[in-house]
């Protein structure tokens, strides 16, 4: 029986615990994702064409993971994706999908791994969280984009009881450097009877 690991994620502290974490997840990550009825990139795909149904808009996949996000953003019907992670298992996943224009290693210590202005929409699916990417990284998504620019993401129940993101948002909000298009709290594992806010902002 493989190990589970989906249980482990939410503790971790640091990037490279979080790298090393899902390395060793990659091979059965979709299935234990899958099982528990993972539903955030769809959701996320969905409420991103419903702002944006631009077909081909490139679109950066910022911890895409396996892929299972750039497959939900193909479903939606965008066609050019770009993905970004810093799991090389990972990426070897979502190489076996063809759903990518082009896949790069994600470099977790540099502090503007995206140019700025390079994509009009960046998702970040699952990503942003307790034991996944940090706070800081909203402002580092933020910032890579220009005016007018698309962040499609979520926050998980776990990442909604964390004040230090749901500051972060509101820190970009309350100032009106970026608008809120689209927030709908919905499922995100069924199975862990985990939901999950789903967010597109545009930034002012």
């Given at each position: 029986m493989p190990d589970k690991f989906l249980a482990k994620t939410y503790g971790l502290s640091s990037a490279e615990e979080t790298r090393d974490h899902y390395d060793k997840w990659a091979a059965s990550y979709e299935s234990e994702v899958e099982e528990n009825g993972y539903v955030t990139p769809g959701r996320i795909a969905d409420a991103l064409w419903s702002k944006l149904p631009e077909p081909q808009t490139p679109i950066l996949d910022f911890g895409c993971g396996t892929g299972l996000s750039g497959l939900a953003l193909r479903r939606a019907g965008f066609e050019v994706i770009d993905g970004l992670d810093p799991s090389p298992e990972m990426l070897?996943?979502?190489?076996?999908?063809?759903?990518?224009?082009?896949?790069?290693?994600?470099?977790?210590?540099d502090p503007a791994p995206v140019a700025k202005g390079a994509y009009k929409v960046i998702t970040?699916?699952?990503?942003?969280?307790?034991?996944?990417?940090?706070?800081?990284?909203?402002?580092?998504?933020?910032?890579?984009?220009?005016?007018?620019?698309?962040?499609?993401?979520?926050?998980?129940?776990?990442?909604?009881?964390?004040?230090?993101?749901?500051?972060?948002?509101?820190?970009?909000?309350?100032?009106?450097?970026?608008?809120?298009?689209?927030?709908?709290?919905?499922?995100?594992?069924?199975?862990?009877?985990?939901?999950?806010?789903?967010?597109?902002?545009?930034?002012?």
């Open positions: 070897d996943g979502a190489r076996a999908k063809s759903a990518y224009r082009a896949l790069d290693l994600l470099d977790v210590n970040a699916i699952g990503v942003l969280g307790t034991g996944a990417a940090p706070p800081a990284t909203f402002d580092v998504l933020m910032n890579a984009l220009e005016r007018g620019g698309l962040l499609a993401f979520s926050y998980n129940d776990h990442t909604l009881a964390d004040p230090h993101f749901t500051g972060k948002l509101n820190e970009w909000l309350d100032c009106g450097a970026a608008r809120l298009l689209f927030r709908e709290h919905g499922p995100h594992l069924p199975g862990q009877n985990m939901g999950a806010d789903v967010y597109v902002l545009e930034k002012a």
